[in-house]
């Protein structure tokens, strides 16, 4: 329990930012790594509410930083 704690507070975070940095665009990246962690829930990857509330909050700082990298690229 405690690996899936720690990947569900780091892996989005990361995913969402790769993304951004791949498409060149933070929504998108934000949409495909909503798309597999909700392809994960459905799979049964993800069996606790816990973990989900943890991939939120990780989604969140990964956008965060990757709208915070984007503000850095245009200056």
């Known amino acids: 329990m405690l690996m899936k704690v720690v990947m569900a507070l780091l892996l989005p975070g990361i995913l969402v930012v790769l993304f951004t940095r ?3 665009n933070r929504y998108i990246g934000l949409i495909l ?3 597999l962690i909700t392809a994960s829930v459905y799979k049964g990857y993800t069996n ?3 973990l989900i509330v943890i ?5 969140t700082t990964g956008f965060w930083y990757a ?3 984007a503000q850095k690229v245009r200056s």
């Open 48 to 50: 606790s509410f816990l």
């Open 55 to 59: 991939d939120a909050f990780s989604l």
């Open 22 to 24: 791949v498409t060149y």
């Open 67 to 69: 709208q915070r990298m």
């Open 33 to 35: 790594t909503v798309a």
